[in-house]
Protein backbone atom coordinates (compact mmCIF):
# COMPACT_ATOMS: atom_id res chain seq x y z
CA UNK A 1 0.00 0.00 0.00
CA UNK A 2 1.42 3.22 -0.83
CA UNK A 3 2.59 5.76 1.91
CA UNK A 4 0.76 9.13 2.23
CA UNK A 5 3.90 10.82 1.11
CA UNK A 6 3.76 9.26 -1.80
CA UNK A 7 0.66 9.34 -3.12
CA UNK A 8 1.04 13.06 -2.30
CA UNK A 9 3.95 13.02 -4.49
CA UNK A 10 1.87 11.48 -7.11
CA UNK A 11 -0.45 14.25 -6.84
CA UNK A 12 2.01 17.16 -6.61
CA UNK A 13 3.97 15.55 -9.76
CA UNK A 14 0.44 15.02 -12.04
CA UNK A 15 -2.89 16.04 -12.09
CA UNK A 16 -5.09 14.36 -10.02
CA UNK A 17 -7.79 12.52 -12.20
CA UNK A 18 -10.82 10.50 -12.20
CA UNK A 19 -8.31 7.54 -13.53
CA UNK A 20 -6.28 8.05 -10.05
CA UNK A 21 -9.10 7.20 -7.66
CA UNK A 22 -9.76 3.57 -9.26
CA UNK A 23 -9.47 2.02 -5.78
CA UNK A 24 -12.95 3.29 -4.92
CA UNK A 25 -13.50 6.96 -5.37
CA UNK A 26 -15.44 6.83 -8.45
CA UNK A 27 -18.90 7.45 -7.10
CA UNK A 28 -20.49 4.13 -7.37
CA UNK A 29 -25.10 3.99 -7.21
CA UNK A 30 -24.31 2.22 -4.51
CA UNK A 31 -21.79 4.00 -2.55
CA UNK A 32 -22.25 6.99 -0.54
CA UNK A 33 -18.96 6.45 2.07
CA UNK A 34 -16.25 8.97 2.67
CA UNK A 35 -12.31 8.82 2.02
CA UNK A 36 -10.21 7.70 5.02
CA UNK A 37 -7.97 10.49 4.83
CA UNK A 38 -4.30 9.59 5.48
CA UNK A 39 -3.38 11.53 7.84
CA UNK A 40 -0.94 9.38 9.55
CA UNK A 41 2.39 11.83 9.50
CA UNK A 42 2.50 14.09 12.41
CA UNK A 43 4.92 17.49 13.00
CA UNK A 44 5.51 17.34 16.59
CA UNK A 45 8.95 19.72 16.84
CA UNK A 46 7.54 22.69 14.82
CA UNK A 47 5.20 24.04 17.18
CA UNK A 48 7.66 24.27 19.69
CA UNK A 49 10.32 26.28 18.05
CA UNK A 50 10.67 30.10 17.45
CA UNK A 51 9.26 31.66 14.34
CA UNK A 52 10.07 35.09 13.15
CA UNK A 53 8.57 37.19 10.38
CA UNK A 54 10.64 39.77 8.69
CA UNK A 55 10.25 41.66 5.58
CA UNK A 56 12.92 41.28 4.01
CA UNK A 57 14.48 38.19 2.58
CA UNK A 58 18.17 38.24 3.51
CA UNK A 59 19.14 40.35 6.74
CA UNK A 60 20.39 40.01 10.47
CA UNK A 61 18.48 39.10 13.63
CA UNK A 62 20.10 41.09 16.58
CA UNK A 63 20.92 39.42 19.59
CA UNK A 64 21.29 41.07 23.06
CA UNK A 65 21.41 39.88 26.38
CA UNK A 66 24.09 40.82 29.66
CA UNK A 67 27.05 38.70 30.88
CA UNK A 68 26.51 37.50 34.67
CA UNK A 69 28.55 38.49 37.89
CA UNK A 70 28.13 42.37 37.49
CA UNK A 71 27.41 42.91 40.97
CA UNK A 72 30.40 44.87 42.25
CA UNK A 73 31.44 46.00 45.92
CA UNK A 74 29.93 49.81 47.09
CA UNK A 75 32.11 52.02 48.45
CA UNK A 76 30.66 55.41 50.10
CA UNK A 77 30.60 58.18 48.31
CA UNK A 78 32.99 57.21 45.48
CA UNK A 79 32.34 56.42 41.98
CA UNK A 80 34.86 53.69 40.48
CA UNK A 81 33.75 54.21 37.11
CA UNK A 82 32.53 50.39 36.60
CA UNK A 83 29.80 50.40 34.44
CA UNK A 84 27.89 47.16 33.40
CA UNK A 85 27.40 46.89 29.81
CA UNK A 86 25.09 44.68 27.43
CA UNK A 87 26.41 42.49 24.79
CA UNK A 88 25.10 42.66 21.22
CA UNK A 89 25.30 40.58 17.85
CA UNK A 90 23.71 39.03 14.68
CA UNK A 91 22.19 35.62 13.13
CA UNK A 92 22.19 36.33 9.59
CA UNK A 93 19.08 34.64 7.51
CA UNK A 94 18.78 34.10 3.96
CA UNK A 95 15.16 32.48 3.22
CA UNK A 96 14.59 30.68 0.37
CA UNK A 97 11.41 30.46 -1.72
CA UNK A 98 9.71 26.89 -1.98
CA UNK A 99 6.03 26.06 -4.07
CA UNK A 100 4.13 22.65 -3.58
CA UNK A 101 2.19 22.87 -7.12
CA UNK A 102 -0.58 20.43 -8.01
CA UNK A 103 -3.62 20.14 -10.17
CA UNK A 104 -7.05 18.43 -10.29
CA UNK A 105 -9.05 17.78 -13.23
CA UNK A 106 -12.77 19.03 -13.15
CA UNK A 107 -14.22 15.39 -13.89
CA UNK A 108 -12.54 14.50 -10.68
CA UNK A 109 -14.29 17.09 -8.84
CA UNK A 110 -17.77 16.19 -10.70
CA UNK A 111 -17.59 12.16 -10.67
CA UNK A 112 -16.09 11.03 -7.34
CA UNK A 113 -17.89 10.25 -3.89
CA UNK A 114 -16.77 13.10 -1.62
CA UNK A 115 -18.19 15.53 -4.58
CA UNK A 116 -17.34 19.27 -4.43
CA UNK A 117 -15.72 18.56 -1.34
CA UNK A 118 -13.08 16.72 -2.80
CA UNK A 119 -11.68 20.16 -3.47
CA UNK A 120 -11.02 20.85 0.56
CA UNK A 121 -9.95 17.45 1.21
CA UNK A 122 -7.12 17.49 -1.35
CA UNK A 123 -6.09 20.91 -0.32
CA UNK A 124 -6.14 19.94 3.48
CA UNK A 125 -3.78 16.64 2.76
CA UNK A 126 -1.21 18.83 0.65
CA UNK A 127 -1.49 21.76 3.23
CA UNK A 128 -0.52 18.65 5.85
CA UNK A 129 1.99 17.39 3.70
CA UNK A 130 3.78 20.91 3.07
CA UNK A 131 3.84 20.98 6.95
CA UNK A 132 5.80 17.42 7.25
CA UNK A 133 7.64 18.02 4.69
CA UNK A 134 8.60 21.43 5.90
CA UNK A 135 9.81 19.70 9.08
CA UNK A 136 12.11 17.56 7.51
CA UNK A 137 13.86 20.12 5.83
CA UNK A 138 14.37 22.07 9.28
CA UNK A 139 16.05 19.24 10.60
CA UNK A 140 17.43 17.04 7.60
CA UNK A 141 18.34 19.92 4.78
CA UNK A 142 21.71 19.73 2.88
CA UNK A 143 22.67 21.89 0.31
CA UNK A 144 25.18 19.88 -1.02
CA UNK A 145 22.49 17.47 -2.17
CA UNK A 146 22.51 19.91 -4.76
CA UNK A 147 25.77 18.72 -5.93
CA UNK A 148 25.28 14.99 -6.12
CA UNK A 149 27.30 12.99 -8.62
CA UNK A 150 26.82 9.50 -9.40
CA UNK A 151 29.06 7.38 -6.92
CA UNK A 152 32.58 6.61 -9.30
CA UNK A 153 35.48 4.46 -8.23
CA UNK A 154 37.87 6.64 -9.46
CA UNK A 155 36.63 9.56 -6.84
CA UNK A 156 37.62 10.59 -3.39
CA UNK A 157 35.22 11.72 -0.81
CA UNK A 158 35.61 14.05 2.18
CA UNK A 159 32.79 13.14 4.84
CA UNK A 160 29.74 15.33 4.01
CA UNK A 161 29.95 14.70 0.43
CA UNK A 162 26.84 13.19 -0.67
CA UNK A 163 26.51 10.42 -3.90
CA UNK A 164 23.62 8.65 -5.92
CA UNK A 165 24.10 4.78 -5.81
CA UNK A 166 21.74 1.94 -6.80
CA UNK A 167 18.89 4.87 -7.33
CA UNK A 168 19.85 5.79 -3.46
CA UNK A 169 21.27 8.77 -1.64
CA UNK A 170 24.24 8.81 0.66
CA UNK A 171 26.19 10.84 2.79
CA UNK A 172 29.26 10.21 3.72
CA UNK A 173 30.15 9.76 6.94
CA UNK A 174 34.24 9.81 6.94
CA UNK A 175 36.59 9.98 4.15
CA UNK A 176 36.54 7.56 1.37
CA UNK A 177 39.31 6.41 -0.70
CA UNK A 178 39.14 5.58 -3.99
CA UNK A 179 37.92 2.40 -4.75
CA UNK A 180 34.85 0.08 -4.42
CA UNK A 181 31.56 1.32 -2.90
CA UNK A 182 31.10 -0.60 0.70
CA UNK A 183 28.29 0.89 2.22
CA UNK A 184 30.26 1.41 5.53
CA UNK A 185 30.91 4.45 5.47
CA UNK A 186 28.46 6.36 4.44
CA UNK A 187 24.33 6.77 5.60
CA UNK A 188 20.98 6.10 3.40
CA UNK A 189 19.69 9.73 3.40
CA UNK A 190 17.00 8.95 0.70
CA UNK A 191 16.37 8.02 -2.55
CA UNK A 192 18.10 9.56 -5.46
CA UNK A 193 15.15 12.12 -6.47
CA UNK A 194 15.44 12.84 -2.73
CA UNK A 195 18.23 15.40 -3.96
CA UNK A 196 15.96 18.25 -5.30
CA UNK A 197 14.06 18.03 -1.78
CA UNK A 198 17.03 18.22 0.51
CA UNK A 199 19.36 20.80 -1.30
CA UNK A 200 16.69 23.85 -0.71
CA UNK A 201 18.90 24.79 2.86
CA UNK A 202 21.15 23.46 5.37
CA UNK A 203 18.79 22.14 8.26
CA UNK A 204 19.51 22.44 11.96
CA UNK A 205 21.30 18.72 12.28
CA UNK A 206 24.17 20.06 9.46
CA UNK A 207 24.80 23.34 11.45
CA UNK A 208 24.87 21.49 14.52
CA UNK A 209 27.22 19.22 13.57
CA UNK A 210 29.30 21.59 12.41
CA UNK A 211 28.93 24.70 15.57
CA UNK A 212 27.33 22.80 18.04
CA UNK A 213 28.74 19.95 20.91
CA UNK A 214 29.18 16.91 19.79
CA UNK A 215 29.32 13.27 21.13
CA UNK A 216 30.40 10.50 18.97
CA UNK A 217 29.41 7.41 20.33
CA UNK A 218 28.87 5.76 16.66
CA UNK A 219 31.44 2.69 17.78
CA UNK A 220 29.09 1.47 20.63
CA UNK A 221 26.86 -1.24 19.97
CA UNK A 222 23.91 0.00 22.35
CA UNK A 223 22.67 2.92 24.25
CA UNK A 224 23.55 3.77 27.70
CA UNK A 225 22.88 6.40 30.62
CA UNK A 226 26.40 7.42 30.04
CA UNK A 227 25.74 8.95 26.62
CA UNK A 228 22.63 11.43 27.89
CA UNK A 229 24.83 12.33 30.82
CA UNK A 230 28.30 13.07 28.84
CA UNK A 231 25.79 15.36 26.52
CA UNK A 232 24.27 17.54 28.78
CA UNK A 233 27.83 17.92 30.37
CA UNK A 234 29.17 18.90 26.59
CA UNK A 235 26.83 22.18 26.99
CA UNK A 236 27.56 25.22 29.13
CA UNK A 237 25.90 25.09 32.51
CA UNK A 238 24.49 28.27 32.18
CA UNK A 239 21.97 26.61 29.23
CA UNK A 240 20.96 23.78 31.42
CA UNK A 241 18.22 25.78 33.34
CA UNK A 242 15.49 23.07 32.90
CA UNK A 243 14.28 24.62 29.22
CA UNK A 244 16.50 21.52 26.85
CA UNK A 245 14.56 19.19 25.41
CA UNK A 246 15.96 15.48 23.97
CA UNK A 247 15.04 15.39 19.97
CA UNK A 248 14.75 12.19 18.52
CA UNK A 249 12.90 9.68 16.19
CA UNK A 250 10.35 7.65 17.16
CA UNK A 251 12.58 4.26 16.73
CA UNK A 252 15.37 5.49 18.96
CA UNK A 253 12.96 6.32 21.60
CA UNK A 254 11.64 2.98 21.68
CA UNK A 255 14.90 2.18 21.32
CA UNK A 256 15.73 3.46 24.55
CA UNK A 257 12.75 2.36 26.37
CA UNK A 258 13.94 -1.56 25.42
CA UNK A 259 17.35 -0.84 26.71
CA UNK A 260 16.03 0.00 29.71
CA UNK A 261 13.29 -2.69 30.13
CA UNK A 262 16.50 -4.92 29.16
CA UNK A 263 18.51 -4.25 31.90
CA UNK A 264 15.38 -4.19 34.67
CA UNK A 265 14.79 -7.96 33.24
CA UNK A 266 18.28 -8.89 33.45
CA UNK A 267 19.59 -7.36 36.38
CA UNK A 268 16.57 -7.40 38.17
CA UNK A 269 15.49 -3.93 40.56
CA UNK A 270 13.70 -1.17 38.54
CA UNK A 271 14.31 1.95 36.80
CA UNK A 272 12.12 5.04 37.79
CA UNK A 273 8.97 5.70 34.86
CA UNK A 274 10.51 9.26 34.15
CA UNK A 275 13.60 7.81 32.70
CA UNK A 276 12.17 6.24 29.96
CA UNK A 277 10.67 9.48 28.60
CA UNK A 278 13.03 11.94 30.26
CA UNK A 279 17.00 10.97 30.44
CA UNK A 280 18.66 13.02 32.93
CA UNK A 281 15.23 14.42 33.69
CA UNK A 282 14.84 16.16 30.33
CA UNK A 283 11.73 15.70 28.70
CA UNK A 284 11.85 13.70 25.04
CA UNK A 285 10.30 15.31 21.85
CA UNK A 286 9.82 12.65 19.30
CA UNK A 287 10.38 13.98 15.49
CA UNK A 288 9.22 11.57 12.45
CA UNK A 289 11.45 13.18 10.53
CA UNK A 290 14.81 12.71 13.05
CA UNK A 291 16.73 9.15 11.43
CA UNK A 292 17.75 6.96 14.06
CA UNK A 293 21.91 7.35 14.17
CA UNK A 294 21.48 11.13 16.06
CA UNK A 295 20.16 13.10 18.68
CA UNK A 296 19.56 16.41 19.51
CA UNK A 297 19.99 18.05 22.86
CA UNK A 298 18.61 21.77 22.94
CA UNK A 299 16.47 24.50 24.11
CA UNK A 300 13.68 24.45 21.10
CA UNK A 301 13.06 27.77 20.85
CA UNK A 302 16.94 28.21 20.45
CA UNK A 303 15.71 26.90 16.87
CA UNK A 304 14.40 29.38 14.46
CA UNK A 305 12.48 29.62 11.21
CA UNK A 306 12.65 32.87 9.91
CA UNK A 307 10.14 33.81 6.97
CA UNK A 308 9.30 36.41 5.03
CA UNK A 309 6.36 35.97 4.25
CA UNK A 310 3.39 33.56 5.67
CA UNK A 311 2.09 30.96 3.12
CA UNK A 312 0.51 31.67 0.15
CA UNK A 313 -2.19 29.25 -2.24
CA UNK A 314 -2.90 30.58 -5.55
CA UNK A 315 -5.72 28.76 -7.22
CA UNK A 316 -7.03 29.35 -10.98
CA UNK A 317 -9.78 27.60 -12.90
CA UNK A 318 -10.12 30.47 -15.07
CA UNK A 319 -7.50 31.18 -17.52
CA UNK A 320 -7.06 29.45 -21.12
CA UNK A 321 -5.30 26.33 -19.94
CA UNK A 322 -7.92 25.47 -17.54
CA UNK A 323 -10.66 26.31 -19.42
CA UNK A 324 -9.27 24.15 -22.17
CA UNK A 325 -8.06 21.21 -20.16
CA UNK A 326 -10.79 21.07 -17.78
CA UNK A 327 -8.49 21.83 -14.53
CA UNK A 328 -7.60 23.34 -11.44
CA UNK A 329 -4.20 24.56 -10.62
CA UNK A 330 -3.03 24.95 -7.26
CA UNK A 331 0.23 26.58 -5.90
CA UNK A 332 1.09 26.92 -2.30
CA UNK A 333 3.99 29.67 -2.02
CA UNK A 334 6.25 30.57 0.59
CA UNK A 335 9.82 30.93 1.73
CA UNK A 336 12.10 30.18 5.04
CA UNK A 337 15.09 29.73 6.62
CA UNK A 338 16.00 27.24 9.56
CA UNK A 339 19.01 28.98 12.22
CA UNK A 340 19.88 28.89 15.09
CA UNK A 341 20.12 31.45 18.20
CA UNK A 342 23.09 30.30 20.20
CA UNK A 343 24.73 27.03 18.67
CA UNK A 344 26.53 26.96 21.87
CA UNK A 345 23.43 25.57 23.42
CA UNK A 346 22.52 22.69 21.12
CA UNK A 347 24.51 18.83 21.29
CA UNK A 348 24.14 16.25 18.79
CA UNK A 349 24.69 12.59 19.89
CA UNK A 350 26.22 10.95 17.37
CA UNK A 351 25.03 7.05 17.89
CA UNK A 352 25.36 3.61 15.60
CA UNK A 353 22.94 3.06 12.86
Not at 299 to 317: A, C, E, G, H
Amino acid sequence: MPTNRELLMRAAGTAISTGSLTGGGLLQPYQARQFIQQTFEATNLAPLVRHEMRVERRGEIDKIGIAPRLLREKKENTDDGYRASVATSQISFSTTPVRLPWEVTEETLRQNIEGENMNKVITDLMTAQLGVDLEDLYLNGDENAGKAKTFSQSDTYSAGDIVTYNKKLYKFDIAHSAGAWTGTDATLIGEDEDADFLKVNDGWIKQIKEGGHILDKSTEDEMSLDMFYQMVASIPNKYNNGKLRWLMSPRRAQQWELFLLNLVAHHGGAVPDNMYTAPVKIPTVECPSMSDDVILLTDPKNLIVVNSYTVKIRSTNTDKESIMMDKRFYVAHLDYDPIIEEKDATGILLLKR
